[in-house]
């Protein structure tokens, strides 16, 4: 079963993941030896164990079964099963979130990163042509839970002599720099487009190869 992150000061479903995991824990020792396939609660368990007023009780209920956590056993039904991702949120990890500062400091590194692979990693058919940020970064939260990175990429021009050994193939090639990047911080995820302006917006450059 993957593992789920929850990061600290986030709040879900109104609640920080501290309380939220130990709440999902309290839920599941009423099912402890049971089957995931068997393990089912009704409301009155559920607003128990996560502490809900109970006029607010039907409205996070629903939350959770939007957000995929439980699954309604019927249309009236007051019992629901657990699902693997609510399994998955009382065993999450709890991290601390990535400061802005510090995102700021790891797009600057990874310029550097990505030019000195244009410059140095010469069996890879491929380099990088830009690099821009969006999604979380480009709003106003200080704290982040996601660092998301596009990158666009062009072939390398044939050096002047020739290189012994098998050049790389295209997937190779990407899954190199692919790697590279991601191995700097754990909550970069990067994405390969043809073109930025394919990434959702908005988004910021912050590499570009020169010609």
């Given at each position: 079963m993957k593992a789920m992150t929850?990061?600290?000061k986030r709040l879900y479903f109104g609640v920080d993941a501290l309380r939220l995991r130990d709440a999902a824990e309290r839920v599941l020792l009423r099912v402890q030896g049971?089957?995931?396939?068997?393990?089912?609660?009704?409301?009155?368990?559920?607003?128990?164990?996560?502490?809900?007023?109970?006029?607010?009780?039907?409205?996070m209920v629903e939350q959770l079964v939007q957000s995929g956590m439980l699954q309604r056993l019927g249309t009236n039904s007051r019992e629901f099963?657990?699902?693997?991702?609510?399994?998955?949120?009382?065993?999450a990890r709890i991290v601390e979130p990535l400061p802005r500062d510090k995102a700021q400091m790891i797009l600057t590194h990874l310029g550097d990163v990505a030019a000195r692979f244009n410059r140095d990693e010469s069996r890879?058919?491929?380099?990088?042509?830009?690099?821009?940020?969006?999604?979380?970064?480009?709003?106003?939260?200080?704290?982040?839970s996601e660092l998301s990175i596009g990158v666009t990429g062009?072939?390398?021009?044939?050096?002047?002599?020739a290189l012994f050994g098998r050049a790389t193939v295209p997937n190779e090639g990407?899954?190199?720099?692919?790697?590279?990047?991601?191995?700097?911080?754990?909550?970069?995820?990067?994405?390969?487009?043809?073109?930025?302006?394919?990434?959702?917006?908005?988004?910021?450059?912050?590499?570009?190869?020169?010609?």
């Open positions: 929850l990061y600290s049971l089957p995931p396939e068997r393990a089912r609660v009704n409301i009155d368990a559920l607003e128990h164990d996560f502490g809900w007023n109970p006029s607010a009780s039907p409205a099963h657990l699902t693997e991702k609510f399994w998955r949120c009382a065993r890879n058919k491929y380099e990088i042509d830009s690099m821009a940020v969006f999604g979380q970064y480009m709003t106003t939260d200080q704290e982040l062009r072939k390398r021009l044939a050096p002047a002599r990407t899954d190199q720099i692919r790697s590279m990047l991601a191995a700097h911080n754990a909550f970069i995820t990067v994405s390969f487009v043809r073109q930025l302006n394919e990434l959702p917006r908005p988004f910021s450059v912050f590499f570009k190869a020169e010609a």
